[in-house]
């Protein structure tokens, strides 16, 4: 009986020494979804929301007034992310993509090489629903 839970005991422990499910999904899955800016190099607000479809919502307000909608596609590729407005017009920088827990952090690949940090966050109703929607691409970053 003793050599029953002997084995038993060691098959549990074998067993608890896989992989962590989280670190079979790749980063491109990690970065769908939404995320929220914790930290920007001016002042104003920013939601990303990357779709599985490689579209892209981002709802930006700098300074005051309403948030404006840009849209468009993304591709990633070997943890550099690149993208296009609706209009056609590329992004003003390729980004390094770095995720861990709930965390998101952008680095431009540009001379500026500027970093800003995002937390999985749900895009807000009101952010949604009050937004201008552009149609051109914006001036600057993403």
Known sequence: MKKLLYIFSALLI?????????????????????????????????YLGFREDKT????????SGAYRLYRGTWNLENGLLTGKYNDGEEWAAAYDVEIKDKNLTLTSKND???STRYTRCEIPAEVKEGCEVVVKSCEGGL
């Open 14 to 46: 074998l067993a608890g020494c896989g992989k962590d499910k989280d670190s079979k999904i790749s980063l491109e899955e990690q970065l769908c979804g939404e995320w929220h800016s914790t930290s920007l190099s001016v002042s104003g607000d920013v």
């Open 112 to 114: 500026a090489a500027e």
């Open 56 to 63: 892209f919502e981002m709802y930006q307000k700098i300074g």
